[in-house]
């Protein structure tokens, strides 16, 4: 099920490098090949456990990727994926922010308990794409926008952070 994870196909497609990184979401490293002699087991920015492979299903974390052609030094590294490629399950740092904007909302005052369970259910909505994502971030817009305390700012920052581009848009009028 693995799609070209490490090697060249017969097609001349490029190369994914294997990316280290803590179980917060700190990026070791982005290519494991190169630079594997120097990981540290833990991260040297919270300490937190550094893994190479997704705990569900143990496939390599994506890391640089290795156009065609290209000898596999360097490569391009745009962001750090939030879901595992070859399960679709969530990485330890995206279950980690998840559940802190859930704390949050739970902290929220001048929210009824109505709205904090329809804010924790559009965090979840908003981290895909597709129709559910845009109304989850209208009403987390809405929502958190009357809420307007410091854990309320935190929450925005946190959700801004997770959202995929689709919610981002909505959220931030792009």
């Excluded at 998840?98 to 804010?119: C, H, I, P, Q, T």
């Excluded at 979840?124 to 009403?139: C, F, L, N, Q």
């Excluded at 854990?151 to 848009?169: C, N, P, R």
Aim: proline fraction near 5%; hydrophobic fraction near 40%; include cysteine.
């Amino acid at each position: 099920m693995s799609n070209n994870w490490m090697g060249p196909s017969s097609r001349g497609e490029g190369r994914y490098a294997t990316a280290a990184v803590c179980l917060k979401g700190d990026v070791s490293t982005p290519d494991l090949e190169t630079q594997g002699a120097r990981l540290s087991k833990f991260c040297s920015n919270c300490g937190a456990e550094v893994i190479t492979a997704c705990p569900s299903c143990n496939a390599p974390i994506r890391g640089f990727y290795i156009p065609p052609g290209v000898s596999g030094v360097g490569g391009i590294f745009k962001s750090l994926a939030s879901f595992c490629h070859d399960c679709g399950k969530p990485y330890p740092w995206m279950i980690e922010k998840l559940a802190a904007a859930k704390g949050l909302a739970d902290e929220l005052e001048n929210l009824s308990s109505e709205d904090r369970e329809k804010l924790k259910t559009a965090i979840d909505d908003v981290i895909t794409s597709g129709p559910r994502a845009e109304a989850g971030a209208a009403r987390i817009k809405r929502i958190v926008g009357r809420a307007g305390t410091a854990a309320g700012q935190a929450l925005w920052k946190i959700i801004v952070d997770i959202a995929s581009e689709a919610a981002k848009k909505i959220m931030l009028g792009g």
